[in-house]
């Protein structure tokens, strides 16, 4: 059995080889700590506690918007003055707030301790303290540690620190199991788990899992799947317990999709037969709903910069599914296990740049001057200003936008812009 893909998308006609632009100038980049949003949503007994300042706690409160919860799962323990001068034992502070969030939380299985860009500048040892503070509150509670500070990090990697953290401490199997990997909304999930199961696919295990009751073991039978293309240090920390990793383009639009689901089955020796019946019906809803929303972009050129760490299958669903021409495709890193199938699949022309030196950049993107700029928020306004139609990278991962069902959906995302710009122009023209 082979990957199901059109006969254009020979290896040889893609971008893996491209040589590769490596930048390492001034960075756009969004703090590490946003994706304590998702994460907190997706992880049922799970905290998150920002050891940081004020201007952590006002992101998170921002990023999270006007969500209001009974009880909300994150929080910030905020470093006052007094603690970055060294003049107050940071440590037992810590113990001390979180002793108080655990009595009044008994619904607290997990707790992640968050390092910010304060706690990191005085230097207070977060891993210790998950250490220290697992002891003092095992087995109900579970401490891990890993940084969200936004200095060296792209918004996304915070998932990435935060599994990566997890794996470790993850039980040891021999079971031949599949570990799909990387936080999906609960709706989209299901439809993956029932896309597996239907295939006979199993047993199926999520990483991060709704409770902490189901977290999966791990072990050198373990074979793993990425559903999001951040993951580079859980990739590594899950190969380092031995387990593998199917590579595979990355389940984004109809082609993505069924390449991810076929690589998966390959892997588990699913007939053709069974693969066909199960993807028949959504394939042909997810082409129909692509179509729809696909006219706008046909034709159209696209720049991405490098921010969400989602631009290289993003670009492959835009050139490949949609009709649209990338002139460059940025992306914060370049990881060729997990980029390279998606690189496979797209036509060799654009630039692929790695890292940023954001002047130069723009210089790049005003001579292309694309139909559509893919960028952080910041980014965003100012191209805006100079008459440039652009997506907000972040909305990307706020959206569910994986597996069939939501294919149109994503390529709606970057219709509308385009969609909007045209309107506004006729208006004016009118
Ligand atoms: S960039 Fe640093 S200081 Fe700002 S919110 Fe993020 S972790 Fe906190």
Same mark, same amino acid.
């Given at each position: 059995?082979?990957l199901d893909l059109?006969?254009?998308l020979?290896?040889?006609?893609?971008?893996?080889?491209?040589?590769?632009?490596? &930048?390492? $100038?001034?960075?756009?980049?969004?703090?590490?700590?946003?994706?304590?949003?998702?994460?907190?949503?997706?992880?049922?007994?799970? /905290? /998150?506690?920002?050891?940081?300042?004020?201007?952590?706690? %006002? +992101?998170?409160?921002?990023?999270?918007?006007?969500?209001? /919860?009974?009880?909300?799962?994150?929080?910030?323990?905020?470093?006052?003055?007094?603690?970055?001068?060294?003049?107050?034992?940071?440590?037992?502070?810590?113990?001390?707030? *979180?002793?108080?969030?655990?009595?009044?939380?008994?619904?607290?299985?997990?707790?992640?301790?968050?390092?910010?860009?304060?706690? &990191? *500048?005085?230097?207070? @040892? #977060?891993?210790?303290?998950?250490?220290?503070?697992?002891?003092?509150?095992?087995?109900?509670?579970?401490?891990? =540690?890993?940084?969200?500070?936004?200095?060296?990090?792209?918004?996304?990697? $915070?998932?990435?620190?935060?599994?990566?953290?997890?794996?470790?401490?993850?039980?040891?199997?021999?079971?031949?199991?599949?570990? *799909?990997?990387?936080?999906?909304?609960?709706?989209?999930?299901?439809?993956?788990?029932?896309?597996?199961?239907?295939? $006979?696919?199993?047993?199926?295990?999520?990483?991060?899992?709704?409770?902490?009751?189901? #977290?999966?073991?791990? $072990?050198?039978?373990?074979?793993?799947?990425?559903?999001?293309?951040?993951? =580079?240090?859980? %990739?590594?920390?899950?190969?380092?317990?031995?387990?593998? %990793?199917?590579a595979a383009p990355f389940p984004f639009g109809e082609a993505g999709t069924t390449a991810w689901l076929r690589a998966v089955a390959t &892997?588990?020796?699913?007939?053709?037969?069974?693969?066909?019946?199960?993807?028949?019906?959504?394939?042909?809803?997810?082409?129909?709903?692509?179509?729809?929303?696909?006219?706008?972009?046909?034709?159209?050129?696209?720049?991405?910069?490098?921010?969400? !760490? #989602?631009?290289?299958p993003?670009?492959r669903?835009?050139?490949r599914?949609?009709?649209?021409?990338?002139? &460059?495709?940025?992306?914060?890193?370049?990881? @060729?296990?997990?980029?390279?199938p998606d690189?496979d699949l797209?036509?060799?022309?654009?630039?692929?740049?790695?890292? !940023?030196?954001?002047?130069?950049?723009?210089?790049?993107?005003?001579?292309?001057?694309?139909?559509?700029?893919?960028?952080?928020?910041?980014?965003?306004?100012?191209?805006?200003?100079?008459?440039?139609?652009?997506?907000?990278?972040?909305? +990307?991962?706020?959206?569910?936008?994986? /597996?069939?069902?939501?294919?149109? @959906?994503?390529?709606?995302?970057?219709?509308?812009?385009?969609?909007?710009?045209?309107?506004?122009?006729?208006?004016?023209?009118?």
């Amino acid at each position: 059995m082979s990957l199901d893909l059109p006969a254009t998308l020979a290896k040889s006609t893609g971008c893996r080889d491209t040589p590769v632009l490596k &930048e390492r $100038g001034q960075r756009e980049v969004f703090c590490g700590l946003t994706g304590i949003i998702w994460l907190h949503r997706k992880m049922q007994d799970a /905290f /998150f506690l920002v050891v940081g300042s004020r201007t952590c706690a %006002h +992101l998170l409160q921002a990023a999270a918007g006007v969500m209001i /919860f009974a009880e909300p799962r994150f929080g910030t323990a905020i470093l006052e003055e007094k603690d970055l001068a060294g003049l107050a034992d940071a440590n037992a502070e810590l113990d001390r707030e *979180v002793q108080r969030l655990l009595s009044r939380r008994p619904d607290i299985k997990q707790l992640f301790l968050v390092g910010s860009c304060p706690s &990191e *500048v005085i230097k207070l @040892d #977060l891993a210790r303290a998950a250490e220290r503070l697992s002891g003092l509150h095992s087995p109900h509670v579970r401490v891990y =540690n890993y940084s969200g500070s936004g200095i060296e990090t792209t918004f996304t990697q $915070g998932e990435d620190a935060c599994l990566a953290a997890m794996v470790p401490t993850l039980a040891s199997t021999t079971a031949r199991e599949l570990l *799909v990997v990387g936080a999906l909304p609960d709706v989209v999930e299901d439809q993956c788990l029932a896309l597996l199961s239907a295939m $006979g696919i199993g047993p199926v295990r999520m990483l991060p899992a709704r409770r902490s009751g189901d #977290l999966p073991a791990v $072990g050198a039978n373990t074979v793993f799947a990425l559903v999001q293309p951040f993951l =580079n240090d859980t %990739h590594a920390a899950l190969t380092r317990r031995g387990a593998t %990793h199917i590579a595979a383009p990355f389940p984004f639009g109809e082609a993505g999709t069924t390449a991810w689901l076929r690589a998966v089955a390959t &892997e588990f020796g699913v007939d053709d037969a069974t693969f066909d019946r199960v993807t028949a019906a959504p394939r042909a809803r997810a082409l129909k709903a692509i179509a729809t929303q696909s006219a706008e972009l046909v034709g159209k050129s696209v720049f991405f910069f490098p921010d969400s !760490q #989602l631009e290289i299958p993003l670009a492959r669903f835009l050139t490949r599914e949609c009709g649209m021409t990338a002139i &460059e495709i940025g992306t914060p890193y370049l990881h @060729d296990a997990i980029h390279g199938p998606d690189l496979d699949l797209i036509a060799k022309g654009p630039t692929i740049s790695e890292g !940023q030196d954001v002047e130069k950049q723009l210089d790049r993107q005003h001579a292309a001057n694309p139909d559509l700029t893919v960028c952080g928020l910041g980014l965003a306004n100012p191209l805006e200003a100079k008459g440039h139609t652009t997506k907000w990278a972040i909305e +990307l991962v706020f959206t569910p936008v994986h /597996f069939y069902e939501q294919a149109g @959906d994503l390529a709606g995302l970057f219709s509308r812009p385009l969609r909007r710009k045209a309107l506004l122009q006729a208006g004016a023209n009118a």
